[in-house]
């Protein structure tokens, strides 16, 4: 008698960084034999694939092991995985708040998984698999045991079958006081350029429309061989040039290292979008040194300045932390200031979360109450959500070249279920990511399509299918500031394949 495969979920927590890594770690189990479960109560092997940014991550995986505990006590043979930051960032502890995990591994060592399972599927019991620390030994021996992990790419893993992620580095080394990602995902190491063009090469090859470029800070990437050094911009040049490939995005940007070669390239280059996600993080100089930074607002703005004067209508996007050490009213002022003057797309906004192991957490206490980072919170997206309507209300009346992605998340929680040619509420995103909804046949999802834009709200577009009116105003006659998108941290993947609909906030 046939023996049926063995079966596996996942459930993802993070940035896009994560996503891909749960891509990646099921198409290596699927490689192995493996297939996938609708659930946690029919798999054989359940994995959480974890984020350490805030306390809210870590306290919603840690609810979910409790969850799956009663699943492994229905069947001891179960194996149970924390992988990701938080497993490299606890280590021990996760095993001592939850015994039944049988597999804890850090990213750097995702790609042991597969052999990992079966060693406890033999009976080797529970297994510990991390880097070392960033203070624990030389450099060079840290970036090693933080190895790189981007094996073949599986088609049937990917979010959707056009649209990719490409990893352009691991690690980080900008050590901002509030960020454990140094710490979990090790020194900051680039990737062969060549790797990365024959990846998406191969990725075309397979459908792909579109990449996105990530990294913890993306436009940091060089990497050095024989005397040449390649930076981002000449990254994007090889990538634009791969035939069949309509869009590459990047996320993403530090403020210091958005050189001007690379704005230009973002200008210059047919396929890159117009759309940059550089995080400030707070409107105040005294702030943004206690953060760590490394810049102050006015060399902010002037990197702005060159992006505006550049390409007037590009798309940028920021991240800010309210609540931070010390916060004042007046600092906080600041904040609100920036985001009612630039006129960024859309900030994701994000309470602060002390993370042991940081600068912050070591000597800076957390001092702002919790009922004033949650007023301060609102605050914000209510001034942001207030920029993000007025600069989407100056798309009305205009077309957009939009990549269709799939059903709207409404239909989507309605569980449409309609044939090629059937109508249904369909979603994309135009060339600088904004987000656009319209009525079509399911048979465009992965093509470009022209949409006449009729309404706006403050995170998405709608319109239809453009029917050749003449009267549709051509984007590059409108000077343009910012956009929409949809905010990111917690995403929950249940199931394969591991699906993310939002660009990446930093750190």
């Known amino acids: 008698m046939r023996r049926m495969p063995k ?88 095993r001592k708040r939850a015994p039944w995990v049988d597999l804890v ?84 190491q680039a990737r062969d350029p060549d790797t990365i063009l024959a990846e998406a090469e191969k990725l075309v090859a397979e459908g792909c429309r579109e990449i996105t470029l990530i990294g913890q800070t993306v436009n940091s990437y060089k990497f050095a061989n024989g005397g040449r050094t390649t ?42 979008s117009h759309y940059l996600h550089v995080p400030a993080q707070h409107g105040s100089d005294d702030v943004l040194a206690r953060m760590k930074r490394g810049y102050t607002i006015g060399e902010y703005m002037e990197m702005l300045g060159r992006i505006r004067e550049a390409i007037p209508q590009a798309a940028v996007t920021s991240d800010f932390i309210v ?42 206490p957390d001092d702002v109450p919790e009922e004033i980072k949650k007023e301060r919170n609102r605050l914000l997206l209510e001034a942001q959500a207030e920029v993000s309507l007025a600069g989407n209300r100056r798309f009305i009346g205009t077309r957009q070249e939009v990549l269709v992605e799939g059903l709207s998340t409404r239909d989507e929680k309605r569980e449409v279920d309609v044939g090629p040619d059937g109508v249904a509420q369909l979603t994309g995103r135009t060339m600088c990511d904004r987000i656009v909804v319209f009525d079509a046949p399911m048979r465009l999802v992965g093509r470009l399509v022209d949409i006449d834009i009729d309404d706006a709200g403050a995170w998405s577009l709608s319109g239809r299918v453009a029917d ?24 929950a993947l249940p199931q394969a394949p591991p699906r993310s609909t939002a660009p990446t906030p930093e750190a």
């Open 231 to 272: 930076r981002l911009a000449d990254l994007l040049v090889r990538l634009d040039a791969v035939a069949g490939l309509d869009r590459i995005k990047f996320v993403t940007n530090y403020p210091r290292d958005m050189t001007d070669d690379l704005i230009a390239a973002v200008r210059d280059l047919p396929k890159v």
């Open 468 to 491: 050749g009116l003449a009267d549709a105003v051509p984007l590059d006659e409108l000077a343009l500031s910012g956009e929409s998108a949809t905010p990111l941290y917690d995403i």
């Open 7 to 94: 079966r596996l979920w996942i459930e993802t927590v993070g940035c896009q960084m994560n996503v891909l890594d749960s891509e990646l770690v099921v198409a290596a189990l699927r490689r192995q034999g493996w297939d996938m479960a609708r659930g946690p109560a029919e798999a054989d092997a359940v994995f959480y694939n974890t984020c350490s940014v805030r306390q809210h991550a870590e306290d919603k995986i840690y609810s979910a092991l409790g969850r799956v505990r009663l699943e492994k006590q229905k069947k001891p043979d179960l194996v149970v995985g924390v992988l990701g930051c938080m497993a490299q960032k606890d280590q021990e502890l996760i």
């Open 323 to 364: 609540g931070f050490c010390g916060e004042t009213d007046a600092e906080f002022e600041l904040s609100l200031d920036l985001v009612r003057t630039v006129g960024f797309k859309n900030s994701f906004i994000f309470k602060y979360s002390p993370r042991p192991g940081t600068k912050a957490h070591e000597r800076l």
């Open 105 to 188: 591994v850090g990213p750097g060592q995702l790609h042991q998984v597969p052999s990992l399972v079966a060693d406890v599927l033999a009976g080797g019991g529970p297994r510990l698999e991390v880097s070392l620390d960033r203070k624990g030994a030389a450099r060079d021996a840290i970036a090693r045991s933080f190895e790189s992990y981007d094996p073949d790419r599986d088609p049937a893993m990917r979010p959707t079958p056009f649209q990719a992620f490409i990893r352009t580095q691991t690690g980080c080394d900008k050590f901002c006081a509030f960020c454990v990602v140094p710490h979990v995902r090790g020194p900051e």
